[in-house]
């Protein structure tokens, strides 16, 4: 079982950045696929970007690719997503989700999730 909490959400302009964070719980989080997920409101749930467990691989949605970078530190069980140049069609909830499958773009694939948080880009 893994427990997920994000944290960094806010409002921004357009053009800042905003960095969040994703700690983890209840397992080896060294050995777990991990990725962020986003929902705008009336819009399906869609993949922003992955790192597999070895750190080693990063994927990153077009929409996002030059603007957003996620890590994650194995020793503080902490994932990340740095987002920058935020544009307002980057407003929505933003979800840390754990796989036991390897890194995926479907949500599908993720058994665990975390409760979101709230990004909003807007002048």
């Known amino acids: 079982q893994v427990q997920l909490v994000e944290s960094g959400g806010g409002l921004v302009q357009p053009g800042g950045s905003l960095r969040l964070a994703c700690v983890a719980s209840?397992?080896?989080?060294?050995?777990?696929?991990m990725a962020w997920f986003r929902q705008a409101p009336g819009k399906e749930r869609e993949f922003v970007a992955a790192?597999?467990?070895?750190?080693?691989?990063?994927y990153y949605a077009d929409s996002v690719k030059g603007r957003f970078s996620i890590s994650k530190d194995n020793a503080k069980n902490t994932l990340y997503l740095q987002m920058n140049s935020l544009k307002p069609e980057d407003t929505a909830v933003y979800y840390c989700?754990?796989?036991?499958?390897?890194?995926?773009?479907?949500?599908?694939?993720?058994?665990?999730w975390g409760q979101g948080t709230q990004v909003t880009v807007s002048s």
């Open positions: 989700a754990a796989s036991d499958a390897g890194a995926s773009y479907r949500p599908s694939d993720y058994n665990y």
């Open positions: 209840g397992r080896t989080f060294s050995r777990t696929a």
């Open positions: 790192i597999r467990y070895s750190g080693g691989s990063t």
